[in-house]
């Protein structure tokens, strides 16, 4: 090994570890970034980033460029997949003034080209093709080979390298756990969308297993859509499950609104959705997960994001608190692990709470229509 051994190597160059390496630096930590790809790049579309997020990209000094390329919604809104018939709201314009943080709206793409810019001027070391294989703990630093046989080295690994991370096996021996549901999604021109929400809200459409979320995407030039629903093909069995022939079926009883909204939601690619279990297990030794390593969650809070850029923030603080490396990573884990469970697990609930059907359905309807906007109990404890 060759190179200067840096504070912090990171594994995973998306979100949560571009973000992790850049809180880093910016509280004096030398950092490497490993990146299994090619390219620095995020796939997918639309991210909502919640005020406990901004607040973090506020101080790295990163609010002014996401305002420029996103777009801050008046409101976050459910309605009746069924009906079309707004069932409660949220308005977001008053925030800051809660919570210390807008609630932004873009695109993924946007945000990470944000970070790499940033990262790149905080003199953060980028590398790409770097695969991690063999992760080795000596006691005084980590070690990792990679698959192209490069060897890297850090003071301390946080792998921030998703869902299926290569270095959760060494701390948890679990397996990602299915929901049955599937995920289309994508942003196109905004023209391209006949039937469209209010271009300054974001707008989920519920209904007995299926949802439908719309909203604008950079300046409102591009809009945004994700179609979910739960697979019957899953349900029984079969290998290839969640085409888009499940796709029209499932929103076929919707109103027109949502109907007509499925039609221009991209067809050729889909993500089955997967969380796993929550753990207390994130850090041995100098080893530390965050971001979906730690914690996938399913979407319905839209916090994966938003809680990776919580963990960039906690465990950066921890590190350059002075402590001894794995002390330090002890003491974020104790911090993080309980709020990220309780949002795990908040999610789950979420879901069964907008895909119910029948009088259950109804019960839930009769409750929202009866809540006051200005209510903050729900989210109060997430954004706060």
């Known amino acids: 090994m060759t190179q200067t051994v840096p504070d912090v190597l990171v594994v995973g160059g998306g979100i949560g570890g571009l973000t992790t390496a850049l809180c880093a630096a910016r509280r004096g930590l030398s950092v490497r970034v490993l990146e299994q790809a090619a390219t620095y790049g995020e796939i997918g579309a639309g991210i909502q980033l919640a005020p406990?997020?901004?607040?973090?990209?506020?101080?790295?000094?990163?609010?002014?460029?996401?305002?420029?390329?996103?777009?801050?919604?008046?409101?976050?809104?459910?309605?009746?997949?069924?009906?079309?018939?707004?069932?409660?709201?949220?308005?977001?314009?008053?925030?800051?003034?809660?919570?210390?943080?807008?609630?932004?709206?873009?695109?993924?793409?946007?945000?990470?080209?944000?970070?790499?810019?940033?990262?790149?001027?905080?003199?953060?070391?980028?590398?790409?093709?770097?695969?991690?294989?063999?992760?080795?703990?000596?006691?005084?630093?980590?070690?990792?080979?990679?698959?192209?046989?490069?060897?890297?080295?850090?003071?301390?690994?946080?792998?921030?390298?998703?869902?299926?991370?290569?270095?959760?096996?060494?701390?948890?021996?679990?397996?990602?756990?299915?929901?049955?549901?599937?995920?289309?999604?994508?942003?196109?021109?905004?023209?391209?969308?006949?039937?469209?929400?209010?271009?300054?809200?974001?707008?989920?459409?519920?209904?007995?297993?299926?949802?439908?979320?719309?909203?604008?995407?950079r300046a409102r030039t591009l809009y945004n859509q994700v179609a979910v629903f739960r697979s019957p093909g899953f349900a029984r069995g079969e290998a290839d499950w969640g085409g888009p022939d499940e796709l029209d079926a499932a929103f076929a009883g919707s109103c027109e609104h949502v109907r007509g909204a499925i039609t221009a939601v991209g067809r050729d690619a889909r993500w089955p959705m997967y969380d796993r279990p929550p753990t207390e297990h994130w850090v041995t030794g100098r080893i530390g997960l965050l971001g979906d390593a730690a914690h996938p969650m399913l979407q319905y809070l839209a916090q994966g994001a938003c809680q990776a850029v919580e963990d960039a923030d906690a465990v950066t603080d921890a590190l350059a608190s002075g402590a001894p490396a794995a002390e330090a990573l002890r003491r974020y884990a104790e911090r993080r692990a309980p709020r990220a469970a309780r949002v795990q697990t908040t999610a789950r609930r979420w879901g069964e709470l907008w895909h119910l059907d029948g009088a259950e359905a109804g019960a839930r309807d009769a409750l929202l229509l009866g809540r006051d906007p200005d209510d903050h109990d729900h989210v109060g404890w997430l954004y706060g």
């Not at 943080?101 to 946007?110: F, I, Q, T």
């Not at 990470?112 to 940033?118: H, M, N, R, V, Y």
């Open 52 to 217: 406990n997020a901004t607040r973090v990209l506020g101080r790295l000094g990163l609010l002014d460029r996401l305002r420029d390329v996103g777009v801050l919604p008046r409101r976050l809104v459910l309605a009746h997949a069924g009906t079309g018939r707004e069932l409660t709201h949220l308005p977001l314009t008053d925030l800051p003034r809660r919570y210390g943080g807008p609630y932004v709206v873009l695109h993924r793409s946007d945000l990470l080209a944000a970070l790499l810019d940033a990262c790149r001027a905080a003199g953060v070391a980028l590398e790409t093709g770097a695969r991690a294989g063999e992760v080795t703990d000596t006691g005084g630093r980590v070690e990792v080979r990679c698959t192209d046989g490069r060897e890297f080295a850090g003071g301390v690994l946080l792998a921030a390298d998703g869902l299926h991370s290569r270095i959760r096996p060494l701390l948890v021996a679990d397996e990602p756990v299915c929901s049955g549901y599937v995920a289309y999604r994508g942003a196109v021109p905004l023209e391209r969308v006949a039937h469209r929400s209010d271009l300054d809200d974001v707008v989920v459409f519920v209904g007995p297993g299926r949802h439908l979320v719309q909203y604008p995407l």
